[in-house]
């Protein structure tokens, strides 16, 4: 478990295993791709052993067809030297069928393994944003609650319903990715833009113009949250109350935004400015003292007989001088710091003076959501170059496909073949740069020096890490193997080419296109 110990053999052996043991479907693929090699060689042996009697369809060797045409032109007398050309046992051509047959499906199969690599790859290269933005742990619940609302919370079958949805909570992987500096709860969220998509009328729902100029003109819900901001500062009750008023029937009604696409978060962004005040970076400038800027950790209601599981918060609001509030996680502290910690005294969070990967961190949050850092620059382009090299990856396992076609249905085709397998290296290559000179491999390793998340969020990095250089791995190989068969091709031709049909050859030493030996 020490540090050094993450370069031995026997821990690198023990890594692959656990992965394994997470993920079977691994071995199972495994399984089938080996018992598909074998069905395939299986295959290949019994058409290179075949005889078929029929006269079009007989298959001889050169050497054999040549020895029976001094035969039939000497007539058996005196030919000793045609004799002594014997013929082919065929069992040459047969090692060289099992050879390139093998070479076409293991390289299928490390094309395929590299395929299931990379979707794991981007798959968690996607965790590692999974609760950077709003509140997954409310959306959770919500959901799972969605067929008891409008009941009392105080009914039984309230209480034990949320109380199921909390544990099944606990037990979901994803809210337990977290991210050490994330965005506000409502930061994007309730961003015009992004509410305003689908809308009814986009015109009049977002915002024309550049803001703070004469040219500006704010949408629907620009209007709304002007009109509950104006609503909380007027003092005179007249006035007050006519705001309300056309709060109620603009902004926070039972209608007022229905047949928008967006209708839910609309009406949640509505009341939350309505009630607490939204908190985004464009309408505080400072933390509250209440809990509303960031996620509040979900927990069971008590209740008669009911058994409460209480979850502390995980996140805090702080600020900062470059890009305002954000959400700090509460175990995201100073390890370096002096004193006598304990239960009731914890140390304090990190900043970019006391941590060394604060300020990475915190650029990989993206909180102003312009992407100007290297951490959050590096992070979409390794999202693009996992794309990237996903597509490249189909594209070479489609080529694997037709090449053990063209080998089995079209063998005599070998420029074709060959046009084939160097298209196949050069996919190859182009997939192995996307994940080393593209930055991803680079991206993993940055990431898990800095160890931006919560230990399981950490562990997703490792995992993404060993994804990138398992799929290079797998590239690599398969690499390899295309040229190789590149070569065998160019070298022996393909399987089949060896070999001639009889009456095909006799037509051709009858018609004299192929010179007979005079022995």
């Known amino acids: ?28 693929i495994g399984a089938a791709l080996l018992g598909v090699l074998c069905g395939v060689l299986l295959s290949f042996a019994r058409w290179a052993n075949r005889s078929d009697s029929s006269e079009s369809g007989e298959l001889w ?27 082919s046992s065929g069992s040459g051509v047969w090692s060289k069928a099992v050879v390139v047959a093998g070479l076409a499906v293991c390289t299928m199969a490390l094309d395929i ?5 990379a979707t794991g790859l981007q798959e968690r290269l996607n ?4 609760n950077m933005v709003g509140d997954e742990e409310k959306r959770i619940v ?95 009750h007249t006035e007050k109350a006519q705001m309300l008023d056309k709060i109620e029937a603009t902004c926070v009604g039972k209608d007022s935004w229905k047949g928008y696409e967006r209708q839910v978060q609309l009406d949640y962004c509505m009341w939350k400015h309505n009630s607490a005040g939204l908190c985004t970076n464009s309408m505080r400038t400072n933390c509250p003292t209440d809990t509303s800027c960031c996620p509040i950790a979900q927990n069971s209601i008590a209740g008669a007989g009911a058994e409460r599981l209480v979850r502390p918060n995980r996140f805090v609001c702080q600020k900062s001088p470059t890009v305002g509030l954000y959400c700090q996680r509460v175990d995201y502290t100073d390890a370096s710091a002096q ?7 914890t140390r304090p969070l990190c900043t970019d003076v006391t941590c060394p990967s604060f300020g990475w961190c915190r650029d990989f949050a993206d909180i102003p959501n312009l992407c100007l850092t290297e951490a959050c620059e590096m992070y979409r382009r390794s999202l693009g170059m996992a794309a990237a090299v996903i597509a490249c990856l189909a594209v070479a396992v489609a080529l694997d496909i037709i090449d053990v076609l063209l080998l089995l249905r079209c063998p005599r085709k070998r420029k074709a073949k060959a046009i084939l397998n160097m298209m196949g290296v050069a996919v190859r290559m182009l997939t192995y740069l996307f994940c080393v000179a593209g930055g991803i491999r680079d991206f993993t390793r940055t990431a898990m020096q800095h160890a931006c998340f919560s230990p399981a969020g950490n562990e997703r990095v490792k995992e993404a890490d060993m994804s990138v250089n398992a799929a290079g791995i797998s590239v690599l190989i398969g690499m390899a193997c295309m040229i190789w068969i590149w070569y065998l091709t160019a070298k022996w031709g393909t399987v089949q080419s060896a070999f001639r049909t009889r009456s095909g050859m006799m037509d051709m030493l009858e018609a004299g296109a192929v010179a007979v030996p005079r022995s």
């Open 1 to 28: 478990r020490s540090r050094r110990c993450a370069d031995h053999p026997v821990c690198t052996a023990m890594a692959w295993t656990d992965f394994f043991v997470d993920y079977p479907w691994v071995v199972v």
């Open 339 to 345: 004193g006598d910690f304990d239960a009731n005294t």
């Open 142 to 236: 919500d959901e799972c609650m969605r067929d008891f609302e409008g009941m009392q919370l105080d009914d039984m079958k309230y209480i034990q319903k949320r109380s199921d949805c909390i544990a099944q909570l606990e037990m979901t992987d994803r809210v337990q990715l977290l991210p050490n500096i994330r965005l506000t709860v409502d930061e994007r969220v309730c961003d015009p833009a992004y509410l305003c998509e689908g809308a009814v009328d986009e015109r009049t729902c977002m915002d024309s113009g550049e803001p703070l100029t004469d040219s500006f003109s704010p949408g629907w819900v620009t209007y709304c949250y002007d009109l509950i901001s104006k609503s909380k500062a007027a003092r005179v």
């Open 61 to 87: 060797t050169c050497d054999e067809v040549i020895l029976r045409c001094c035969r039939r032109c000497c007539a058996g007398a005196g030919c000793r030297r045609c004799r002594s050309c014997g013929p």
């Open 113 to 117: 393994v590299a395929f299931v690599f």
């Open 127 to 130: 965790d590692m944003t999974a």
